[in-house]
Structures are given as structure tokens and as C-alpha cells.
């Protein structure tokens, strides 16, 4: 069975740093694409970025590109999000997840989740 269990969530002042890990289990995930996804309190859970496991082609949305990168360590299968330059509006769970055999941006069409993780960004 497939475990994503995410970690390295906080608080941190704006302009601060934050690296989020997600350990995979329960697969070989090189067919997977993997995916950060963040939800704020009063709003829908949002693309933040993915990754295709083989190849390590990324995405990233308009909001994070330049400040976060997503990578992927095949050894540890384990999935990262470092996030830089952190904004309030930065401040949300995080959560980690993953797509069977699919490129896609939309969470509803991924197949599994992580429990999330809090970041807070104070302003």
C-alpha cells in the first residue's frame, strides 16, 4: 500500500526558508507524477508543483515559480519542496500526493495523499 508522509512544515518569518520532504513508500514510483499541493484555511486545495518521477520534468504555479523548487531523490524515494523568499500568503498545509501514469495539475485526479503538513509564514 502506497504511504506518503510528509515532513519539515513550521513557522518561519517572511523572507525565510522552508524545505518540505515527502517519503514514499508501498511502490516503485518511477511512473508516478508527484505533486505539492497547499490548501488555506476558507480556500480550495491549489496546485503548488510536480514532478514526473522519471525524467524529473517540473511544473510550478505562477505564484511559487522562482521561489520554490521541487526535486526528487530516487535512493531515498523521497520527493522535496524548498521553498524560498516565503510570503504570509505562503501560509497553508501542505500536502504531498501522487498520479498514477498521469500529468496533470488537478488534485482531484491524484491518487493518493500525505496527512499534510502546516507551514506559517508571520509577516
Known amino acids: 500500500q502506497v504511504q506518503l508522509v510528509e515532513s519539515g512544515g513550521g513557522l518561519v518569518q517572511a523572507g525565510g526558508s522552508l524545505r518540505l520532504s515527502c517519503a514514499a513508500s508501498?511502490?516503485?514510483?518511477?511512473?508516478?507524477?508527484m505533486g505539492w499541493f497547499r490548501q488555506a484555511p476558507g480556500k480550495e486545495r491549489e496546485f503548488v508543483a510536480t514532478i514526473i518521477w522519471l525524467g524529473g520534468r517540473t511544473t510550478y504555479a505562477d505564484s511559487v515559480k522562482g521561489r520554490y523548487t521541487i526535486s526528487r531523490d530516487n535512493a531515498k524515494n523521497t520527493v522535496y519542496l524548498q521553498m524560498n523568499s516565503l510570503k504570509p500568503e505562503d501560509t497553508a498545509v501542505y500536502y504531498c500526493?501522487?498520479?498514477?501514469?498521469?500529468?496533470?495539475?488537478?488534485?482531484?485526479?491524484?491518487?493518493?495523499w500525505g496527512q499534510g503538513t502546516q507551514v506559517t509564514v508571520s509577516s
Open positions: 500526493a501522487a498520479a498514477y501514469s498521469k500529468i496533470t495539475l488537478n488534485p482531484a485526479t491524484y491518487d493518493y
Open positions: 508501498g511502490r516503485t514510483f518511477s511512473r508516478y507524477t
